[in-house]
Structures are given as structure tokens and as C-alpha cells.
């Protein structure tokens, strides 16, 4: 503090004068969210227009008597110069803050003996073991004011019930391999028997069946799961795209949500319209496959449903404005999903029927964490449909999580049964897969080859794994005259569906991609796959496949391996066999050289040295410097 103070007269102007010290001094402590000490000083002003400084190094904020110490560390000094007047103010003005304490702003503490004079009385301890004991509890009253849920809407025709076992494993047998398992653990209940024909599920319900008919399907499609959901049962659906997925959730889907009873607020009023929110919630991993979805559930008119598709990359004002008008089924992507959830621009609490669409995929993308937020604020009596093409250890851990005792229905396309964890891949049987040993720079002389000899019914889908590299190899085709798309996650949206609509109207014929398009992708005329660099993953490259040779058409793939490619090559060989194709000789030596690598650098890793040196970095270096095709 200066020596030099401002004093004041009778008029209030300020009159300079030199004092020895300050005339008095008093020092208030207090605690205020931060990590450090801080200094405060009153500046000697009129009291009634005192302020409070708060200084820290060369910074100095301001703060009026009704405002807040806005910066500072956990524990805080004030130290008070002037007049005894100036000091009374102050003082008042610092304990006016510590006695609010949060109410209109950042928390401001102070030491116990400063809550005792306050008269504040202390916040009792939370009891976090009576917590968990009475959870169940508590989650019953956070849902009570809701409705019921009514599951089971199944009437099994008397030619289903009729049929033997024999007859069931025969015609599952020869419609795809199709297989059902009960997943709860205690007792087993019946499968249901499969049905043959549309009015075998759909009879009692007419207005499904008049929007099969206007839809135009001949036959079921391949899963058979609408006498499982329409019991009301939890279900995890394993097929590969194009099987009837989506088919096998919606129709149900339809029927759930119009028969779910409603309080009656106004007799005018539709039943879903009385509802606080949608029905039906749909979460898939990419724009692509939410967009897809509307799209189909847009085919249908039952009872006048409205849908909304939210996806992050779309306008998301008019978003919000759709679904706070009143929607009943909601497509969405988790990551945009969580943003309006969470800034409460949705309601999910009136959800009873649930579908995750593609969840190996949703796991792949990191959407674990919203997917957990959503799910949470749905209630927990509702039904739930997984669908996935694979069944690794994620999908299981989130159906373990959040389905109650599902029943599995899958279509052997991926031959998951052979392992005994259902965690092995095969590649479809109507695809004719060809693997070409190359080097790095021969690709692009590849695929100009490919296209060149392409003919004019041909349809491709070129793979790539990198943004920049879709972009490159889009490019350089276009610059010999070729008409193509490409499509990855760096595009703007309008631009993403417009490549897609372009692909799939026949436009252009070649689509470059990233794996973005081995999900979910709904082209039912791809007649070739190209695999330009090798996926990250076997189940990433079955998935690539499946998108052609999809709906019992056939289809080819080809896929360029290069040496960068070699510790695939063993599992690469592996679904090869399992799918009747031939594995080059130059493949197996890949793999055998990579093995052979791998137990050399076991054998040669080296003991307490550090760098390069020791046998293991010779038969590193050699393992990798002498390989050639």
C-alpha cells in the first residue's frame, strides 16, 4: 500500500495527505473456489461507494459491494487499510458475501469459526451406503408416474403352432442357416416357430399388412424375429446388411407403440399425442444409416406415425423444431442425440421401445459413453432390439448391460456358430474373392486396370483407408474423364448424400469410401467391392464384402495386399478357406514369413539393453529389410 492516501472533505473531494501508516488495519480469511492463497485490500473510498480490489501479482479486479470476488485461490486474505469507517463497510460487505454463499453466484466459504458466527448451520453427510441399498427404490420412484407397458401383441396362426421341429430345422436350415437361442439364464422358454408368409405374423393387424402389399414385398426377409418382439421379448439380431434388419424391428416397432395404453387427457386426441415425447427411439452409428432408416420408415402409414431423423453435420435448429413439435419415433446418431438430451430439448422418459441399429459399429466410433447417457434417462421396463453383424466382446458387454434375458436370432451369412464364442468371421458364399499380392505403387496402375476392363452393367465400390487418400484417388479419376463419387467423414453432409444418391441412381458408377460405407450401405446392384488398402481388421474386411453378392445376388471383391499388409495374412487365409475361395501361394508365403518374423523376435529380443543393438534388432532389421514377393 502506498504511503500517499486519499482523504475527503465535508463535500466528498478527495484530499491528498501523507500518513506514516495506515491509521487502522484489520485482516478477514475466507476460502474461495480455487487452489491457492490470495491477498485482498479495500481502497479507501467513501463508504458509499467503497470497493473491493483484489490484487494478484499486476492484475487487479474491482468489486463492487454487491458483486463477487471473481478471481482468486481456495483460501483468500482481505486486509483492510483506512479509516475505521472504510473498515466497518468493508467488513459488512465481505461478511454480506460469506452469509450468501452460493445463492447468486460462485461458492465463497470461510473457516468454521466464521460459520458458527454466520449461524449457517452445517450440511449433513451424505449417506452413500443407504444410497446403494435403496437404489432399486429410488429408480422405482423416478419412473411410478409413468404408464404401464404392455410387451406381448403375438397371435400365433394355428399352421405356426401346428409345426414340428423337424419341419422348423429344415426350413431354417435352407432359408439362410437361420438360428435362435434363448440367452436367460435360468429356465429356457420355447422358441417360437418361424413364420413362412406375411399374413402368418401380420393377419390380426391389417393395417401392416395393406402397407406390405402397397410396399410391394413378395416374402419375409431372411431374419426371423417378428415372433419373438411382437411377445414382447428383448432380442439381439446378428445378419449381415440386406437380410431384413431393419424390416425385422419396425413392423413390430408399429404395433408396440399403437397399443401401449394412455391415461386419456382428451378424447380428440390421438393416444401418442398424450404422450410427453416419441416411442420409439432408433440409435445407429452414421448419417448415412440414419437417413437410410427414415427413408424406410417413411415407406409406411401406419396410424399416421411421424419421424425424425437427428444426426450431427444436419441443421440442428430445425432439429429441436421438429422433435419439440411432436414426433413419435426418433432416428438418431448417439453424439447428436446426447447434445439435445443434454441441453433438454428432448424427452426420453416416454421411450418403451428401443432399437440399437449396428452396435458393433457404434462401439467401433467411440459412441459407448453417449450411448450409456441415453440410455439412462430411458426407462428400464421398456423392450429392447440389438442388432449387429458381428458379436465380439463389446456387443455382448452392452447387451449384457442393457437387454433383460434376450433371445439371439442370427443368419449364418457370417458362420458365427462354428466358435464356440461366436467370435469368428466368414465372408459371404456369394461373393467371388480375389487377393493380389502387389506393392505399394503398383495400386494405382491396378485400379486404372480394373476400371478400364469394367463393364457397362458393372458397379463398384472402391475402399480405401484414409480421407486423404478417397480424396487423391477420386481426383486422379477424375482427371482421366472417369465419373466418380467419393465418400468419408470430411465431407460436408449435403455433399455426403448427394454422392451416395449418385451411386445409387446409377449416376456414377464407381464410389471411392472409406469404411464410413461398410455399414449399413443399402445398394442392392454393387457388382464388385475394391479393396484399394487393406481394412484395420478382418471383420472390418467381411463387412466391406457384404456389400455386394447381398439378397442371394452374387457379387466379387477384389483386395490388394502389400507387404505393409503381412500380419493380416493368416487370418485373411483363414476366411478364405472357411468360404470355399482360393488363397494365392504368395499369401500363405506372407504368412509363413510373418511367423517366422514374430518367433524370431521372441527369440531375439534383447536382455537389459537399451536401442537398437542386440540380436533382436539384427534379426529385426534382417526380418524386414530381405522381404520380397
Known amino acids: 500500500m502506498s504511503d500517499w492516501e486519499d482523504d475527503y472533505d465535508a463535500d466528498g473531494v478527495p484530499v491528498k495527505k501523507t500518513t506514516a501508516k495506515a491509521l487502522n488495519s484489520g485482516v478477514h480469511r475466507g476460502t474461495a473456489g480455487g487452489a491457492k492463497a490470495v491477498r485482498t485490500r479495500a481502497t479507501?473510498?467513501?463508504?458509499?461507494?467503497?470497493?473491493?480490489?483484489?490484487?494478484?501479482?499486476?492484475?487487479?479486479?474491482?468489486?463492487?459491494?454487491?458483486?463477487?470476488?471473481?478471481?482468486?485461490?481456495?483460501?483468500?486474505?482481505?486486509?483492510?487499510?483506512?479509516?475505521?469507517?472504510?473498515?466497518?463497510?468493508?467488513?459488512?460487505?465481505?461478511?454480506?458475501?460469506?452469509?450468501?454463499?452460493?445463492?447468486?453466484?460462485?461458492?465463497?466459504?470461510?473457516?468454521s469459526a466464521a460459520l458458527q458466527d454466520s449461524g449457517d448451520p452445517p450440511l449433513p453427510a451424505i449417506d452413500w451406503v443407504s444410497l446403494r441399498e435403496n437404489r432399486h427404490k429410488y429408480e422405482a420412484m423416478k419412473w411410478q408416474d409413468l404408464p404401464p407397458i404392455q410387451k406381448d401383441f403375438y397371435i400365433e396362426a394355428k399352421c405356426v403352432a401346428h409345426r414340428n421341429e423337424e419341419e422348423v430345422?429344415?426350413?431354417?436350415?435352407?432359408?439362410?442357416?437361420?438360428?435362435?437361442?434363448?440367452?436367460?439364464?435360468?429356465?429356457?422358454?420355447?422358441?417360437?416357430?418361424?413364420?413362412?408368409?406375411?399374413?402368418?405374423?401380420?393377419?390380426?393387424?391389417?393395417?401392416?399388412?395393406?402397407?406390405?402389399?402397397?410396399?410391394?414385398?413378395?416374402?419375409?426377409t431372411p431374419i426371423q424375429a417378428w415372433p419373438i418382439v411382437l411377445k414382447g421379448l428383448d432380442l439381439i439380431g446378428i445378419a449381415q446388411t440386406g437380410t431384413g434388419k431393419t424390416l425385422a424391428y419396425l413392423l413390430p416397432g408399429f404395433i408396440h407403440m399403437d397399443q401401449q395404453p394412455v391415461p386419456c387427457v382428451c378424447p380428440n386426441h390421438r393416444p401418442r399425442e398424450r404422450l410427453n415425447g416419441p416411442g420409439m427411439l432408433v440409435l445407429t452409428p452414421t448419417r448415412?444409416?440414419?437417413?437410410?432408416?427414415?427413408?424406410?420408415?417413411?415407406?409406411?402409414?401406419?396410424?399416421?406415425?411421424?419421424?425424425?431423423?437427428?444426426?450431427?453435420?444436419?441443421?440442428?435448429?430445425?432439429?429441436?423444431?421438429?422433435?419439440?413439435?411432436?414426433?413419435?419415433?426418433?432416428?438418431?446418431?448417439?453424439?447428436?442425440?446426447?447434445?439435445?438430451?443434454?441441453?433438454?430439448?428432448?424427452?426420453?422418459r416416454s421411450i418403451t421401445y428401443l432399437v440399437l441399429d449396428e452396435a458393433d459399429r457404434m462401439l467401433d466410433m467411440g459412441f459407448e459413453p453417449q450411448i450409456m447417457k441415453i440410455i439412462l434417462d430411458i426407462r428400464p421396463d421398456r423392450q429392447t432390439v440389438m442388432t449387429s453383424a458381428t458379436w465380439p466382446t463389446g456387443v455382448r458387454r452392452l447387451a449384457k448391460s442393457y437387454l433383460k434375458d434376450p433371445m439371439m436370432v442370427y443368419v449364418g451369412t457370417l458362420d458365427l456358430a462354428e466358435c464356440s464364442n461366436l467370435n469368428g468371421y466368414r465372408a459371404v458364399n456369394t461373393v467371388e474373392q480375389t487377393v493380389l499380392i502387389v506393392q505399394e505403387e503398383e495400386k494405382k496402375a491396378y485400379i486404372y486396370d480394373f476400371i478400364h476392363n469394367m463393364e457397362p452393367q458393372d458397379k463398384v465400390l472402391i475402399f480405401v483407408g484414409k480421407k486423404i487418400v478417397a480424396d487423391d484417388l477420386s481426383s486422379d479419376l477424375c482427371l482421366r474423364g472417369i465419373a466418380v463419387q467419393s465418400l468419408h467423414g470430411d465431407r460436408e453432409q449435403c455433399d455426403r448424400e448427394e454422392a451416395l444418391q449418385d451411386f445409387k441412381d446409377g449416376r456414377v458408377r464407381i464410389l471411392v469410401a472409406t469404411d464410413l460405407a461398410s455399414r449399413g450401405l443399402d445398394v442392392h446392384d454393387i457388382t464388385h467391392v475394391f479393396n484399394y488398402d487393406f481394412p484395420r481388421n478382418v471383420e472390418e474386411y467381411v463387412h466391406r464384402v457384404g456389400r455386394t453378392g447381398r439378397a442371394g445376388r452374387s457379387g466379387a471383391s477384389v483386395t490388394l495386399v502389400t507387404r505393409g499388409d503381412w500380419k493380416m495374412a493368416a487370418e485373411l487365409i483363414h476366411i478364405l478357406e472357411r468360404a470355399g475361395q482360393t488363397v494365392p501361394e504368395e499369401l500363405v508365403m506372407m504368412a509363413e514369413r510373418y511367423e517366422k518374423h514374430q518367433r524370431e523376435r521372441e527369440m531375439g529380443a534383447p536382455r537389459g539393453r537399451g536401442g537398437g543393438g542386440g540380436r533382436g534388432g539384427r534379426f529385426r532389421d534382417r526380418g524386414e529389410s530381405n522381404w520380397r514377393f
Open 288 to 348: 448415412e444409416l440414419a437417413l437410410q432408416i427414415e427413408a424406410e420408415c417413411n415407406k409406411y402409414s401406419y396410424k399416421g406415425f411421424k419421424s425424425v431423423c437427428i444426426y450431427g453435420g444436419g441443421d440442428r435448429r430445425s432439429q429441436i423444431n421438429i422433435t419439440t413439435s411432436g414426433v413419435d419415433i426418433v432416428i438418431a446418431t448417439p453424439g447428436r442425440l446426447n447434445d439435445l438430451q443434454m441441453n433438454d430439448h428432448i424427452n426420453l
Open 169 to 220: 430345422t429344415e426350413w431354417r436350415k435352407e432359408n439362410n442357416n437361420i438360428f435362435v437361442d434363448d440367452l436367460k439364464d435360468s429356465e429356457k422358454r420355447p422358441i417360437p416357430n418361424p413364420v413362412y408368409t406375411f399374413e402368418e405374423a401380420f393377419k390380426p393387424y391389417p393395417g401392416i399388412m395393406e402397407n406390405i402389399v402397397r410396399v410391394g414385398f413378395a416374402k419375409p
Open 44 to 111: 479507501r473510498t467513501t463508504p458509499e461507494t467503497a470497493n473491493l480490489t483484489y490484487v494478484e501479482g499486476d492484475e487487479v479486479a474491482e468489486v463492487d459491494r454487491t458483486g463477487w470476488i471473481n478471481r482468486g485461490g481456495y483460501e483468500g486474505e482481505v486486509q483492510l487499510f483506512g479509516s475505521n469507517e472504510v473498515q466497518n463497510k468493508a467488513r459488512e460487505m465481505i461478511e454480506l458475501l460469506v452469509s450468501q454463499g452460493s445463492r447468486d453466484g460462485p461458492s465463497f466459504r470461510c473457516s
